[in-house]
């Protein structure tokens, strides 16, 4: 007999939901996944086939942060995902049982699922005194992280710091923590970096390996390209601001309040790759520039390190060239300037042309009248007989 398949679909069907909420809820996947609608099929299919994946979920040296944004998903809901989208197996912070029986449940899955399992992990790694400076179970967080790892069919690395070492690892780092990459190798790691990520980041990045069986398309940093393929500049209802050169110059001047673009405030939009822009927060609701504030940073490496937040950059990339911002509104100055200049010129321009076109009308009319009267018959009488 054949062994029923744990699908997301058998789930539906076990808790009496309806095809129709099925099919919604595929909808949603595909647009989440950044996906076009001709993707629905494929996402339907695969939904209805493939195995929930096995997921332990890892904490190293972390605030916790990035179970906080997790929960707060709503496309798909972090509840969906947990309960009926993926197997959660293993986490220390989620998890209702706790203790030794919750640690035997985790060496269990290590030998039971080798090879087959998803490890994410939430944190960075410290090194120094043999990771004594982050113990879970009574065991350094590193020799937990290496046991997992060994049979993890590929690492999730959610947040910057697992990406990139994280706030913990900001001079002097005085535990040498690290990042997850640093300290496995010879595995798939997927970075999801942010402080915390964006909560759909993180359900769509386990939901595509859920439905396809295989890790979603990576740029040069190992980071999902749907969701970090842009800058955040790139996407930035202010950017029209920027691009006319028009700027904050202090929070609460009149630019502030009109909307203009936060660049010399600091922010580091035009370096910095994250969806921000698109999906935004707590169900597209706003995001740090739609509140005000220009962006940290927080998803690239070393963030936390920049001296001052609100020090702008020195130079950014406009129209295949590099400028600062004061010559940027320099080039939209004199840019104005040319135009209408130009027009000015174009339309002096077109007045004498249309000045000879009426001379020469009237001229022509003149020369025209002039043969008229040569050629008019004479009335010459002869005079008296």
């Known amino acids: 007999m054949k062994e029923k398949t744990n699908s997301l679909w058998n789930l539906f069907r076990e808790r009496k939901l309806s095809r129709r909420t099925f099919m919604k809820s595929c909808v949603a996947l595909t647009a989440i996944l950044g996906m076009p609608p001709t993707f629905l099929n494929r996402v339907v ?25 997790f929960i707060r998903s709503t496309s798909p809901f972090a509840s969906d995902v947990i309960l009926n ?16 029986p919750f640690e035997h449940h985790l060496h269990d899955i290590l030998k039971t699922k080798r090879g087959k399992y998803v490890l994410a992990v939430e944190g960075g790694v410290p090194l120094d005194d043999n990771g004594t400076y982050c113990m ?56 999801v970096p942010g ?65 203009w673009c936060l660049y010399k405030m600091g922010c580091r939009g035009p370096v910095t790759y994250n969806s921000c822009g698109n999906l935004r927060w707590w169900n597209g609701l706003s995001y740090p520039i739609q509140s005000g504030h220009g962006c940290i940073g927080c998803s690239e490496r070393g963030f936390w390190d920049n001296d001052n937040f609100y020090q702008r950059l020195p130079q950014v990339h406009t129209a295949n060239t590099i400028t600062n911002a004061d010559t940027l509104g320099t080039i939209a100055g004199f840019t104005a300037f040319g135009a209408v200049v ?44």
């Open 45 to 69: 299919e695969a939904a209805e086939a493939k195995e929930l994946p096995t997921v332990i979920w890892l904490h190293g040296h972390e605030c916790t942060g990035c179970d906080e944004s």
């Open 85 to 100: 989208m993926i197997a959660l197996e293993y986490t220390d912070t989620l998890a209702a049982a706790a203790g030794e």
């Open 136 to 191: 879970v179970a009574g065991r350094p967080f590193v020799d937990i992280l290496k046991e997992c790892a060994e049979g993890a069919a590929f690492i999730i690395e959610y947040g910057s710091c697992a990406a990139w070492g994280g706030i913990q690892a900001a001079k002097p780092n005085p535990t040498n923590t690290v990042s997850v990459s640093s300290v496995v190798s010879g595995k798939k790691i997927i970075k």
């Open 195 to 259: 402080c915390p990520p964006i909560p759909e980041v993180m359900t769509g990045v386990i939901m595509h390996y859920a439905l396809f069986g295989e890790i979603p398309p990576l740029d040069v940093e190992g980071r999902p390209k749907q969701f970090y393929g842009n800058r955040i500049h790139d996407t930035c209802y202010r950017r029209p601001f920027f691009d006319s050169g028009l700027f904050v110059e202090r929070f609460d001047d009149e630019g502030a309040k009109a909307g």
């Open 342 to 385: 130009a027009h000015g010129g174009i339309t002096l321009a077109k007045h004498k042309y249309d000045s000879i076109q009426e001379e020469k009308k009237l001229e022509a009319e003149m020369a025209a009248k002039k043969e008229a009267q040569k050629s008019a018959p004479t009335n010459n009488e002869g005079g008296n007989q």
